[in-house]
């Protein structure tokens, strides 16, 4: 239940509502008592569904509330109305940081003060043991006195408290400013995790752009956690080159790389800003684009993006990285098609089940399967087993059939030749073209039956794909998928394949689960465990992330763990078919 303009909340009169996220929505409200406005920021209706969540808001809030600094939006009063919590603050009147960021980049006299500010709150409530985990531009508030405030210090706190699914949502609902260890669902978070999101906060003042950004949430936050940052320089050369390395040592993926607490974060930034002989005062840093730039970013942030500052246009000077790179790229290519003869040798007298080379193989997912195949040269007829020859004489007779072509790939793959079966495989994708639903479905049944499970994943994905963003896949085709993906990503090659990233952009959960199970049987453990607890933390209760918990923790010597996570998905009617059998599968081999 939302408040109503004009109703009474407690002792205050709701006037206006202000704004509206994933957690609260703020309204403007009058005290009669006292004759002022403050802003009561009513918390959302699923908090009240924890029965255990009012003490806990109570004792969170209290201490909240004993945060005493002239940069803190200070708490006035915290109650529930209608079974609805909410926290009365100081109103502010102004706008956010984020909403002056929209309208161009920040002097240098703005940056200072947006420094300073932020800095000395974080570091006072850092000293009563009280961190923010939610630092943001859209929560520093810009006052129309000049004054600048941090606001819903400890709303994150707060949130945490609940066993609520919001819990999980609040992370996703900033990800642009996610410290790694956050996004990886650490418990033991420290200053560490503010210091790294006022990093990307400083980032993206000065730079122009926050550091990660992607179309899904989920992406973002895997950057975050493995992709290196991008240098600030190579985005915005404007940046002093002494700033630059504070931003990097601020923004470490590691907590024990970064400064060891804000005081000694914010010294280092304005020691380096005056070393680069660009002074904390009076400068503006000119950010703007021009012309066709300025569409193009307008464009984007039309489209909602995070980007709130704007990037100079790099002088017209020639790097000499575009030829370095292009040697490089000449050399892989070298070395890929020496591989790939090697590879394909290898193959030839192997089974299908075998473990693949770990040569980068052409991508299935982009334009389909493998669209830039090799051209496979087909061995000596006295040695093609007999489907082979007669898929192949059908063939020659008509080159351009999608069906005959993956009876070909099919026939390769039953006489154990992987590489030539995918080959042919794409080919036919090729020729059957990109909406040939029937084609692809029929396809991935085929490999599927066979076990061939990386091509019966990139022939399910191009079903899924094949559908538009306006088409509805069925349930049947999104579990064919799921399975096939699941059972294909204990092997090396499947990256090579199916790049993840690209999965990603139509099947995101299920991608991080695969993902985490291939780099566990990669004996990557630690970064399969991360990116596991992030899965389960973005989409609780998810079947596959369990199954894959269960098989971890079996192989983990902790079958206690394992059986009741596989007895909870074997007892749940909602579990797909294949899960289960899998579940039970593996519930059987364990002790």
């Not at 303009?5 to 957690?23: A, D, K, T, W």
């Not at 009669?32 to 003490?55: C, I, T």
């Not at 693949?356 to 052409?362: E, L, Q, V």
């Amino acid at each position: 239940m939302s408040f109503n303009i004009g109703e009474n909340v407690g002792p205050y009169r709701i006037v206006e509502q202000l704004g509206q996220g994933g957690m609260a929505t703020v309204y403007k409200a009058y005290h009669a008592a006292l004759d002022r406005y403050v802003a009561v920021k009513a918390l959302h209706p699923a908090f009240g569904e924890d029965p255990n969540f009012e003490a806990r808001f109570q004792r969170e809030a209290r201490l909240v509330a004993k945060l005493e600094h002239p940069q803190i939006v200070p708490v006035y009063d915290y109650a529930e109305h209608e079974h609805r919590p909410y926290l009365v603050m100081k109103f502010i009147e102004g706008d956010t940081l984020k909403a002056r960021l929209n309208q161009g980049p920040l002097t240098s006299d703005e940056i200072n003060k947006v420094v300073d500010s932020v800095g000395s709150a974080l570091a006072y409530a850092h000293k009563q043991g009280i961190l923010h985990r939610d630092i943001k531009p859209s929560n520093v508030l810009l006052a129309t006195d000049g004054q600048i405030y941090l606001a819903d210090f400890g709303l994150a706190r707060i949130a945490q408290a609940a066993e609520s699914t919001l819990s999980s949502d609040m992370i996703m609902g900033t990800p642009q400013y996610i410290s790694p260890e956050q996004a990886m669902g650490k418990k033991d978070l420290d200053e560490g995790t503010d210091i790294y999101s006022f990093g990307v906060m400083l980032y993206e003042m000065v730079v122009g752009q926050v550091p990660f950004n992607a179309d899904t949430p989920f992406s973002i936050i895997h950057d975050h956690i493995y992709s290196p940052l991008p240098m600030p320089r190579a985005i915005n050369p404007k940046v002093p080159e002494a700033v630059e390395r504070v931003l990097l040592k601020g923004l470490a993926k590691e907590r024990a790389d970064r400064y060891a607490n804000v005081g000694s974060f914010v010294e280092a930034f304005k020691d380096a800003w005056r070393q680069a002989g660009v002074p904390m005062e009076g400068t503006a840093i000119t950010m703007r684009p021009t012309g066709r730039e300025a569409a193009a970013q307008a464009k984007v942030a039309a489209k909602g993006g995070e980007t709130a500052a704007t990037i100079s246009p790099r002088k017209k000077k020639r790097s000499p990285w575009p030829f370095i790179a292009a040697g490089i790229l000449l050399f892989v290519c070298l070395g890929f098609v020496i591989f790939a003869l090697r590879g394909a040798r290898l193959l030839a007298a192997g089974k299908p089940t075998a473990v693949f080379t770990s040569t980068p193989a052409p991508t299935m997912s982009d334009h389909g399967p493998m669209m830039e195949t090799l051209t496979a040269v087909a061995p000596p007829a006295a040695t093609l087993p007999a489907a082979v020859a007669t898929a192949i004489e059908h063939l020659n007779k008509n080159p351009d059939d999608p069906g005959i072509t993956l009876q070909l790939s099919l026939a390769y793959w039953d006489a154990g030749q992987a590489q030539p079966s995918f080959e042919s495989l794409a080919k036919a994708a090729e020729l059957a073209g990109p909406n040939n639903t029937d084609f692809f479905q029929t396809a991935g049944d085929e490999f599927k039956k066979r076990q061939a499970w990386i091509g019966a994943a990139a022939m399910y994905l191009r079903v899924i794909k094949s559908l538009g963003p306006a088409g509805k896949p069925t349930d049947d085709m999104v579990e064919n998928f799921h399975e096939a993906l699941y059972k294909a990503s204990t092997l090396p090659d499947l990256p090579g394949y199916l790049p993840f990233e690209s999965i990603g952009r139509v099947e995101q959960p299920v991608t991080m689960v695969a993902q985490a199970r291939n780099l566990y049987y990669a004996g990557k453990t630690d970064e399969a465990h991360s990116l596991l607890n992030q899965v389960k933390r973005l989409k609780p209760g998810m079947a596959e992330a369990s199954l894959l918990e269960a098989e971890m923790d079996a192989k983990e010597g902790k079958t206690f763990d394992a059986k009741q996570t596989l007895n909870i998905l074997l007892a749940n009617l909602n579990t797909p078919d294949w899960v289960s059998e899998m579940a039970q599968t593996l519930l059987n081999k364990i002790p």
